[in-house]
């Protein structure tokens, strides 16, 4: 079956990086775009952004250009998010989502079980 | 960029019918895609394509979409149903998805 796990919870303090995994089972991690979305405490769900998992070519939504960058290790079917400069509005839950479509009309099939980073210090 | 508005707040009492709206600039010519998120879960794709339930989605669960308004109607709620529930559409402009605000479900 569909999986994506996602690594665990992350305490950072302000400045520092932290990377996010994704790793996908259950079918073949390249077959579909994947999407990064982020929810900040009690608040909704936004859209980060996707990386073509066929070419790792990402795209980002324009409030997470900059400190924010997707990347892909295909022979561990793995997806990443990494953060630099943490601030601390930069804590929330971040989910990995795999895109049902690959030309465009998003939607997302499968969820990661979210990782949550804390920034404090 | 597209904007999708849902009310905050909906409560139900257990047997009753949920619906819970989704409002934008005639969405009735996109496709509403509906996502379920139990507390502390992430969130769970329940309808695709304004009315197409995932394997595994009982069929209390249905989606309507028409002029400015799509619509998620859950039959028989039950205690379980109890989530925050999102609206997402693909906004072609912007070549972006794009999410409602969600809507707390609170089953009394």
């Known amino acids: 079956q569909v999986q994506l796990v996602q690594s665990g919870s992350e305490l950072k303090k302000p400045g520092a990086s932290v990377k996010v995994s994704c790793k996908a089972s259950?079918?073949?991690?390249?077959?579909?775009?994947l999407n990064w979305v982020r929810q900040a405490p009690g608040q909704g769900l936004e859209w980060m952004g996707w990386?073509?998992?066929?070419?790792?070519?990402?795209t980002y939504a324009q409030a997470f250009t900059g400190r924010f960058v997707f990347s892909l290790d295909t022979s561990v079917s793995t997806a990443y998010l990494q953060i630099t400069s943490l601030k601390a509005e930069d804590t929330a839950v971040y989910y990995c989502?795999?895109?049902?479509?690959?030309?465009?009309?998003?939607?997302?099939?499968?969820w990661g079980q979210g990782t949550l980073v804390t920034v404090s210090s | 960029s597209y904007v999708l508005t849902q009310p905050p707040s909906v409560a139900v009492a257990p047997g009753e019918t949920a619906r819970i709206s989704c409002g934008g600039s005639n969405i009735g010519d996109k496709s509403v895609h509906w996502y379920q998120q139990r507390p502390g879960q992430a969130p769970v794709l329940v309808i695709s394509?304004?009315?197409d339930r995932p394997s595994g989605i009982p069929e209390r669960f249905s989606g309507s979409n028409s002029g400015n308004t799509a619509t998620l109607t859950i039959s028989r709620v039950e205690a379980g149903d109890e989530a925050d529930y999102y609206c997402q559409v693909w906004d072609s402009s912007s070549e972006h998805p794009v999410f409602g605000g969600g809507s707390k479900l609170t089953v009394l």
């Open positions: 989502a795999r895109d049902a479509n690959d030309y465009g009309d998003s939607y997302f099939d499968y």
């Open positions: 394509y304004d009315r």
């Open positions: 259950g079918y073949t991690l390249t077959s579909y775009p």
């Open positions: 990386i073509n998992t066929n070419s790792g070519n990402p």
